[in-house]
T-cell receptor
Framework: DTEVTQTPKHLVMGMTNKKSLKCEQHMGHRAMYWYKQKAKKPPELMFVYSYEKLSINESVPSRFSPECPNSSLLNLHLHALQPEDSALYLC????????????????FGNGTRLTVT | GENVEQHPSTLSVQEGDSAVIKCTYSDSASNYFPWYKQELGKRPQLIIDIRSNVGEKKDQRIAVTLNKTAKHFSLHITETQPEDSAVYFCAASSRGSQGNLIFGKGTKLSVKP
């Protein structure tokens, strides 16, 4: 069982579609993250929210738009994606945020497997 | 910025043997070193981590060692089992920059029964 839940598990979308990925955690963690993972590669950081505020944006294209409605929820809105955006999108959370003096472990969700056609 | 090198990229061992994966890092300010295991089609899972104030940490068949002077850390798995087969990622980050966790490129471990 994972403590970070992501929906949907799989998503196929066309380049003109608008869709959203959802992530939820109930561990009281203060930071939430979006990562992108291509096959046979390590996860790449996209965004970090700390205390519901966007604290890191790793120069991600504007066709990816994150949203943090509250401390337990994290969304990733997708619009006008390209086929090269097909990947596994992982949500993660940690007890402390990225600017804490203490590094706390990342807990990953099972991911959404996204295919852009 | 931080750079993490991981070796080998693939590792094949017989069941019961030991496996060792090595990582080096470049930023002397890095002080947190987690290891993640990712089985095919699944999420990365933290299996062990070490902080720069200790040199070794063990958890059953898994151990991690850290050499701050040489800037390298290693994962040791003893008595390997087929279920240990997965991709293992090392990572490094410095205090106050958990969002800048830098991953190695991964090691695909295969344990043959």
């Amino acid at each position: 069982d994972t403590e970070v839940t992501q929906t949907p598990k799989h998503l196929v979308m066309g380049m003109t579609n608008k869709k959203s990925l959802k992530c939820e955690q109930h561990m009281g963690h203060r930071a939430m993250y979006w990562y992108k993972q291509k096959a046979k590669k390590p996860p790449e950081l996209m965004f970090v929210y700390s205390y519901e505020k966007l604290s890191i944006n790793e120069s991600v294209p504007s066709r990816f738009s994150p949203e943090c409605p509250n401390s337990s929820l994290l969304n990733l809105h997708l619009h006008a994606l390209q086929p090269e955006d097909s990947a596994l999108y992982l949500c993660a959370s940690s007890q402390e945020g990225p600017h804490s003096s203490y590094n706390s472990p990342l807990h990953f969700g099972n991911g959404t497997r996204l295919t852009v056609t | 910025g931080e750079n993490v090198e991981q070796h080998p990229s693939t590792l094949s061992v017989q069941e019961g043997d030991s496996a060792v994966i090595k990582c080096t890092y470049s930023d002397s300010a890095s002080n947190y070193f987690p290891w993640y295991k990712q089985e095919l089609g699944k999420r990365p899972q933290l299996i062990i981590d070490i902080r720069s104030n200790v040199g070794e940490k063990k958890d059953q068949r898994i151990a991690v060692t850290l050499n701050k002077t040489a800037k390298h850390f290693s994962l040791h798995i003893t008595e390997t089992q087929p279920e240990d087969s997965a991709v293992y990622f090392c990572a490094a980050s410095s205090r106050g920059s958990q969002g800048n966790l830098i991953f190695g490129k991964g090691t695909k471990l295969s344990v043959k029964p």
